[in-house]
């Protein structure tokens, strides 16, 4: 039995000594590294779609089943619980099963459920739905887990960025789409507003199903083929710690949990702002429900180039100054989100000045997301996975603590809890300042002279295989 399969060239990528493709080009459909690339971002994009369908048409749905402001509140808590806890189960899935499978599986599983959001006549059925369709949304770790799988360290992050960054737009053509789809149902075809609603929900389901059956007929998981045949005869053993020991000492690394806080004050702030904006504009300055949903789709769409422009920024500051670059780069763009987030609950009285601030906010908050995770490769070589599925789970948490604390029932006003929760992007990225690396410095010291073993140095780069030097 060889030890390494054997070299595998894509039509158009060069290649690693590990099969993985060492470049990213965006425009191609190439076999297996491309493909792989633009299936799991379709796929994850397709599951964003799906989970915030709902939101802008909120409007409508809470009157048709007679909401109040607690049961939509508790329903935008349930779906980002449902979020945290198949995120959590989704990473051994990938490990057992690899990551088209463990996807597809979970989009197909959860299709039906978004499809089932027509029949809901209730408030308790209203939560549970929104508690079951957040389970989508796990397979953000499964996209992560593919590319890692398909680039070379020297384009991973590049392409964990932009695919991540890409999908996350699915929520703004949601929030753009869906009124608009029901708008046409219920005006072009009149329909009454209450089976309008309902009706155009088959749209998400079908699109999330066809793309998880795509992911199965179309999709590889690792450059030599099937995940499972590939673990059983490659000959490589990556694991020389037991799980315990993985799992005890990601849970103990002090640096992965201030990523996850900041992490719930980026990604969890975006969540929240994605579940709110298009009620808030609808109910604070009169528009009508397609001008409303257009206006919050900005938060999402944005995604296709400010997430993956954090990552970059991430990259530069470090080649400039280190980790020291990568640390303050994160506090201050986040920083600036936040106080971004208070501004745009003080303009509240205008509606193109909220607008405006709404749209640059989105910038910021979501090159913090891509911020973050240029930080998070180098905590931990041991438990990387364990580091990261703190982190990503962080964001779904934080999104449950905004929408518990601030938008659930009518303590605040929702410009006022906006504000306040500007503020607490601004205090919960400040604990960034502790994070400290001896190999690597924090962001007012630079290296020790006693390296601590568990931290992750990157390995240098090997050199590419292509098929002129092969």
């Excluded at 737009?169 to 075809?189: D, K, N």
């Excluded at 296709?304 to 990259?315: A, I, K, Q, T, V």
């Excluded at 994160?330 to 989100?337: D, E, F, K, R, S």
């Excluded at 601030?406 to 306040?420: A, C, H, N, V």
Aim: proline share 5%.
């Amino acid at each position: 039995m060889e030890r390494n399969p054997p070299l595998i060239t894509s039509e158009f990528l060069p290649v690693d000594s590990q099969n993985k493709a060492t470049e990213l080009r965006l425009l191609s459909i190439s076999t297996p590294h491309m493909r792989a690339f633009h299936l799991a971002w379709l796929s994850l994009f397709s599951c964003f779609f799906s989970t915030f369908s709902i939101p802008p048409l909120i409007p409508v749905i809470r009157q048709d089943l007679k909401l109040s402001d607690a049961d939509i509140g508790a329903a935008g808590i349930a779906s980002f619980l449902g979020s945290i806890f198949s995120r959590l189960a989704m990473g051994p899935a990938c490990d057992l099963v690899g990551p088209r499978i463990a996807s597809a599986t979970l989009s197909l599983l959860t299709a039906p459920v978004i499809l089932a959001t027509s029949l809901i006549s209730s408030a308790k059925l209203f939560i549970l739905v929104r508690f079951l369709v957040g389970f989508c949304l796990a397979n953000f770790v499964a996209n992560q887990f593919w590319m890692s799988s398909m680039f070379a360290g020297n384009v991973v992050g590049l392409a964990n960025g932009v695919s991540a960054g890409w999908a996350n737009v699915g929520s703004g053509v949601a929030q753009l789409t869906m009124p608009l789809f029901y708008s046409l149902v219920s005006e072009y075809f009149n329909v009454p507003s209450s089976t309008a609603w309902r009706v155009i929900f088959f749209i998400p389901a079908i699109f999330q199903a066809s793309m998880a059956l795509m992911v199965l007929a179309y999709g590889q998981d690792v450059p030599p083929g099937n995940y499972k045949d590939y673990s059983k005869n490659s000959g490589e053993n990556p694991k020389q710690m037991s799980f315990s020991e993985v799992l005890f000492n990601g849970l103990t690394n002090y640096r992965g949990w201030i990523l996850g806080l900041a992490y719930g004050f980026s990604f969890g702030v975006e969540m929240t702002m994605e579940n709110i904006v298009a009620e808030y504009f609808y109910d604070r300055f009169g528009v009508d429900i397609a001008i409303a949903g257009s206006i919050a789709a900005i938060v999402g769409m944005s995604n296709w180039f400010s997430r993956p422009m954090g990552g970059l920024f991430s990259d530069r500051a470090a080649r400039r100054f280190g980790m020291r670059g990568r640390l303050w780069a994160l506090w201050a763009v986040q920083t600036v989100g936040g106080l971004l987030c208070v501004t745009l609950g003080r303009v509240y009285k205008s509606l193109w000045g909220s607008v405006v601030v709404m749209g640059v906010f989105s910038v910021f908050v979501q090159a913090a997301s891509g911020l973050n995770f240029g930080v998070v490769p180098f905590v931990s070589k041991r438990s990387l996975g364990v580091v990261s599925g703190i982190t990503g789970s962080g964001g779904t948490v934080g999104a449950v603590l905004t929408q518990l604390l601030l938008f659930s029932g009518s303590r605040f006003s929702k410009q006022t809890s906006i504000s306040l929760m500007g503020l607490m992007m601004i205090v919960c990225t400040m604990p960034v300042s502790l994070i400290y690396f001896p190999r690597l410095g924090g962001m007012f010291c630079g290296p020790s002279f006693n390296p601590d073993p568990e931290d992750y140095h990157l390995l240098e780069q090997e050199e590419s295989i292509t098929p002129e030097n092969k």
